[in-house]
């Protein structure tokens, strides 16, 4: 396995366009683990299973083909990079989170991809289940009323804000970090050795030149020699 950066956080946090970011900055493999889940969710919505059907779940999960070239997310050679982004998606993958076999399915695609190249991946549980020996691992988090007002402003500039309020959004963001952190199976928490970001008030450019700053102190640290090279053949 390469180089690992983990970007772990709640809904709302902005992990998915600071870790894009981070890995374009350091020239790294973006993993959306989201995307992957979401992917799931489709797939068995539109299969019309029961959703909290274990054995269904199983079955699904193991018949679908899911990839993630950069930019785009395909399910059995469709691309639906918007179609999992919909209210109905997000609101419904936490029953495919919640299930085992499907954790265990995903965590195995996730380190697959990251046997070959270095990556940079965000998730719940990305750092302290799916790559505890990461090379760098942020716990990325905002004040549930930001993170409520970024999700809205994402729906809106989707088309799919209409009749959704604040209010509604708010209550949905701390429901599901309620959820997640009781969660039986890999609940949401920081791992023992994450830094920890609270981006509340701070731009997406500002967070992200942050990371980029730890990941070159480790880097720096764990062979200063190689650091020092590539920095003077700059």
């Known amino acids: 396995m390469r180089r690992v950066v983990t970007i772990d956080g709640p809904a709302g946090a902005g ?3 600071v870790a894009r970011r981070l890995a374009d900055r350091l020239g790294w493999r973006f993993l959306d683990t989201g995307a992957m889940y979401r992917a799931v969710t489709l797939a068995a919505l539109r299969s019309g299973i029961d959703l909290t059907d274990e054995s269904s779940l ?36 936490r029953h495919i989170a ?14 697959a991809v990251a046997n070959d190249q270095d990556v940079v991946s965000e998730g719940r549980d990305q750092g302290t289940l799916v790559f505890p020996d990461a090379f760098v691992k942020f716990y990325l988090t905002a004040s549930a009323e930001e993170r409520a007002r970024r999700r809205l402003a ?15 959004v708010l209550r949905d963001i701390r429901q599901r970090d309620a959820r ?8 949401m928490r920081p791992a023992d050795d994450a830094i920890q970001v609270d981006s509340t008030g701070m731009g997406i450019e ?29």
């Open 58 to 93: 199983e079955g699904l999960v193991e018949s679908i083909r899911v990839s993630l070239p950069p930019g785009e997310v395909w399910l059995d050679g469709q691309d639906i990079s918007d179609l999992i982004r919909t209210v109905e998606v997000t609101e419904e993958s």
């Open 154 to 168: 994402d729906y809106r500039a989707r088309g799919q804000g209409e009749g959704i309020s604040l209010d509604c």
């Open 180 to 187: 997640d952190e009781a969660r039986a199976i890999a609940p």
């Open 206 to 234: 500002e967070v992200v030149a942050r990371m980029a700053e730890d990941v070159r102190r480790a880097r720096r640290d764990a062979d200063p020699e190689a650091v020092a090279a590539a920095e003077v053949s700059r």
């Open 98 to 111: 919640d299930s085992p076999s499907v954790r265990r399915r995903l965590m195995e695609w996730q380190r």
């Open 15 to 17: 992990k998915s366009t």
